[in-house]
């Protein structure tokens, strides 16, 4: 569950329709786009290759373990060569090394994963027609722009960038935007006060939050992306920024598969909340819920 579904979902319609039968994409060791990608390679009977950041490890990740038990073949190449991973002779080169007929980039980040995500926005038009203000985590972009142009032009979407100085991801997210064609969008910002640190990377603000949340909530978030998002709502709630009493939807991009990587959160197990099938996106409203 996760964007990362949403994203891939134009993919396996291109790859049915295309009658390919291998797909290779890219990703580091706790990618939540590769996990997604294996789980619903398994699902259609598609096979698939990932493509991974960094020499091979003596332990896999758990995120890798998953995705090599759900019949992903795993190819590690070193970060130098990963360098090399939006260069389209060098995904020719190396689908024809590993037999892969569709490639999809990292991150499921390209226009087809933009129109994937537009499904975000009618799951939250379903949910809270009324929705005026949005938040969510960004990485790529690609959810922040699938979002805005799947939404009326009544609501305004706030992406939290989720790493540090990445400087034209604006005119990127723009771009994606104009390309979708939508006539009538949604508002939007990027606010990029909120990666704690850089990618991955966490605070004791940040840590704090995502544990209460938990506890206090029953909602299961992760520091990586949604934690940021959160972290963001309550911030520019606190200073006034935001009204406390105007509604706000945050999109639960998922991810939760990533908190195996960090020691400091309790198994997801022990979350009261499971992930609602099918969605993975949770939409909660009001300034206390
Ligand atoms: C990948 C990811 C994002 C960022 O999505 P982009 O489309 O790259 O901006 C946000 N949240 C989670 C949980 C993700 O896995």
Not at 14 to 27: E, N, P, Q
Not at 63 to 88: C, K
Not at 123 to 136: G, K, M, N
Not at 149 to 156: K, T, V, Y
Request: charged share 15%; glycine share 14%; with cysteine.
């Amino acid at each position: 569950p996760g964007n990362k579904a949403f994203k891939l979902q134009p993919h396996f319609d291109r790859v049915t329709s295309l009658g390919a039968r291998r797909i290779l994409s890219f990703g580091g060791a706790w990618s939540n786009h590769l996990h997604a990608l294996a789980a619903c390679s398994r699902q259609r009977g598609i096979a698939s290759v990932g493509v991974i950041r960094g020499e091979q490890p003596a332990q896999l990740s758990a995120t890798l373990a998953d995705a090599q038990h759900w019949g992903m073949a795993l190819h590690f190449v070193s970060r130098g060569e990963y360098r090399q991973r939006h260069d389209a002779a060098y995904c020719a080169r190396l689908a024809r090394q590993l037999q892969a007929d569709y490639v999809i980039p990292e991150g499921g980040a390209d226009a087809l994963g933009v129109a994937g995500c537009s499904g975000i926005a009618e799951l939250v038009l379903q949910r809270v027609p009324a929705a005026a203000r949005v938040v969510v985590a960004v990485g790529t972009g690609a959810t922040l722009a699938g979002l805005v142009a799947g939404l009326p032009r009544s609501c305004h979407v706030t992406g939290i960038v989720a790493l540090k100085g990445d400087g034209d991801l604006g005119t990127r997210v723009g771009e994606a935007i104009t390309a979708t064609g939508a006539m009538h969008t949604a508002g939007w910002n990027l606010d990029t006060r909120f990666h704690c640190g850089g990618f991955a990377r966490s605070n004791d603000a940040l840590e704090l939050l995502v544990l209460a949340c938990e506890r206090q909530l029953g909602l299961p978030l992760e520091p990586v992306y949604t934690g940021k998002a959160m972290l963001a709502l309550q911030r520019l709630r606190a200073s006034g920024e935001w009204l406390p009493q105007e509604p706000v939807v945050l999109v639960h991009t998922g991810g939760l598969q990533g908190r195996r990587g960090f020691s400091w959160l309790p198994d997801q197990a022990q979350c009261s909340v499971r992930e609602p099938t099918g969605s993975g996106v949770y939409c909660g409203t009001g300034s206390n819920r």
